[in-house]
């Protein structure tokens, strides 16, 4: 059997014209920083548009998170989002820490509604806090003329009323100021690309970020996801079992698993990808060389500002 001159992988030759995010969470421990700067020192290269840190439920990790975030507006060259909540807090107290993120340096936030302090509670307002997220947003803008991202869910968020609901909330906080939305991950590009029809119908043209989950633990991922209505192929668990024993054959089923995933939103015209990187590197490195984008590339920040 003779292949063709022009039979290349896959993943031969692609333009390098994707761009992409990065999301980290706030280490713990010295040993977990450690694994987070050497993380960020790896995909650094890569020139993704920004970088976010996330914010534990009920504002748990306020003080990491802003800590986090500031150290890397400091001391890198990236841009910083921090996550933001409205969560257990006042409009005075979200309005402080904004105002502390700005003094740092610190132009991004990503505005959530925010997840309860306790596992399975429902989301209660503050007394003197923002209702959701499109509050938090107009409040926000009101602050400071933060770029703002938002999240969006496109299996639908498990507290909605209905698909349509949820949709239409999205709608109020992009009106509301922010730039763009990221999605809760997912596993089919079907389900992306369903969504983003939906998206178009409702008259939404802001960018609907494709959010990556490349699955370094299945067992952790089947929780997460039942967390947030993310459905789980079952092949996904076909194709993982049998590898809890052998992480580095698990890596490498993952990363094809997320790169193929990737590759498929690609072709069908997406090219912004926000990684859920859980603070490792080589999944998300893996996957980007995939896409063919390289260490030290140039980015034009006149257009990821717009």
């Known amino acids: 059997m003779t292949l063709k001159d022009d039979a290349a992988p896959l993943y031969a030759d692609l333009a390098g014209d994707a761009r992409v995010s990065f999301e980290f969470f706030p280490p713990r421990t010295e040993k977990m920083e450690t694994q987070l700067w050497s993380a960020i020192q790896t995909l650094a290269p890569l020139a993704p548009r920004f970088v976010s840190v996330t914010y534990g439920a009920g504002g748990s990790t306020r003080e990491r998170t802003h800590n986090t975030v500031a150290r890397i507006a400091r001391e890198t060259a990236l841009s910083a989002a921090a996550h933001l909540t409205c969560v257990a807090a006042s409009k005075a107290e979200i309005g402080d820490v904004a105002d502390a993120y ?40 009101k602050r400071h003329p933060f770029e703002i991202s938002v999240s969006a869910y496109p299996e639908v968020h498990p507290e909605a009323a ?37 998206v178009l119908a409702a008259g939404i043209d802001a960018d609907i970020v494709p959010g990556i989950m490349p699955v370094s633990n299945f067992a952790a991922v089947q929780r997460m996801s039942a967390m947030c209505n993310t459905d789980v192929p079952d092949w996904m668990g076909r194709l ?63 257009e990821d500002a717009a």
């Open 102 to 141: 700005w003094d740092a340096g610190v132009r991004h936030i990503v505005a959530l509604r925010g997840d309860p302090p306790e596992m399975g509670g429902r989301f209660e307002p503050h007394p003197d806090g923002y209702s959701g997220a499109a509050e938090l947003v107009e409040g926000l803008m």
């Open 162 to 198: 209905s698909a349509q609901a949820d949709l239409d909330n999205l709608k109020r906080k992009l009106d509301a100021g922010a730039s763009r939305a990221i999605t809760q991950f997912f596993f089919a590009p079907e389900t992306y690309f369903r969504f983003m029809d939906k």
């Open 240 to 302: 993982f079992d049998g590898l809890d024993d052998l992480p580095a054959a698990r890596q490498l089923v993952s990363a094809t698993v997320a790169a193929e995933l990737c590759r498929k939103l690609y072709e069908g015209g997406a090219r912004d990808f926000h990684f859920y990187t859980l603070n490792r590197a080589e999944l998300s490195y893996a996957i980007c060389h995939l896409l063919g984008l390289r260490a030290g590339r140039t980015v034009d920040r006149q």
